[in-house]
């Protein structure tokens, strides 16, 4: 079946700027992750939803970053009043097919590229 | 938090050499996943391991999680297996914490 997938692919967006990063997990999965990948270094966790619950936002860099999920299907990653240091690559990821037990394997999309400027 | 580590860090090889990449975390943990990074940066599942031995292909993994380490064999490497190899470990249907990546590039 169908892969997760965001859009858009690449942004670029002007320092203060807004932004607006979506993901389409794959069809049934419950739990929905957003990481942040900086250049040569592995993804870093931002936050974490159970259906549309959001259970873990610890990794969020600031109150300008902000995450929803709001029917527990495609989720929204938010920036606000952007900054060079937001410059990375943002991942979605989704696992846990309902009914599939202890399954926690996680799926990536291909991500949005995003450079401030 | 817990600590992942992976060496190392760079590896140059010619094609058809095989190769051993090692991943260390520091506690225990119920869910352990390979991943190769494509020169696209695409994020490709390679085995979901939290415990045992898989086969897939010239590719094999094997996770001791009572010793905290998992290991990554790649036989008779070709040029598409060049890129970035990550370990990410994690509990339950939480978050995933990556280590550092291992490039591997394989020469022709």
């Known amino acids: 079946g169908a892969g997760v997938s965001q859009s858009p692919r690449y942004k670029v967006a002007k320092r203060g700027q807004d932004v607006a990063l979506r993901c389409d997990p794959i069809?049934?999965?419950?739990?929905l992750f957003w990481y942040q990948q900086a250049l040569g270094q592995g993804p870093e966790f931002l936050t974490y939803?159970?259906?549309?619950?959001?259970?873990?936002k610890s990794g969020l860099p600031s109150d300008r970053f902000f995450a929803e999920r709001p029917e527990g299907s495609v989720s929204t990653l938010k920036i606000q009043r952007t900054q060079q240091e937001d410059s990375a690559v943002y991942l979605c990821?989704?696992?846990?097919?309902?009914?599939?037990?202890?399954?926690?394997?996680?799926?990536f999309g291909p991500g949005t590229r995003l450079t401030v400027t | 938090g817990i600590q992942v580590e992976q060496s190392p860090p760079d590896l140059i090889l010619q094609e058809g050499a095989n190769s051993t990449l090692r991943c260390n975390f520091s506690d225990s943990v119920n869910n352990l996943q390979w991943f190769h990074q494509n020169p696209w940066g695409q994020l490709i599942n390679l085995f979901y391991?939290?415990?045992g031995t898989k086969q897939n292909g010239r590719l094999s993994a094997t996770t001791v999680a009572t010793e905290r380490y998992s290991l990554l064999y790649i036989s008779s490497s070709q040029t598409t297996d060049s890129g970035v190899y990550f370990c990410a470990v994690g509990f339950g249907n939480e978050k995933l914490t990556f280590g550092t990546g291992t490039r591997l590039t394989i020469i022709p």
């Open positions: 939803f159970q259906n549309e619950a959001q259970l873990d």
């Open positions: 069809s049934g999965h419950v739990s």
């Open positions: 391991i939290p415990s």
């Open positions: 990821a989704s696992s846990l097919k309902r009914g599939s037990g202890s399954d926690y394997e996680q799926y």
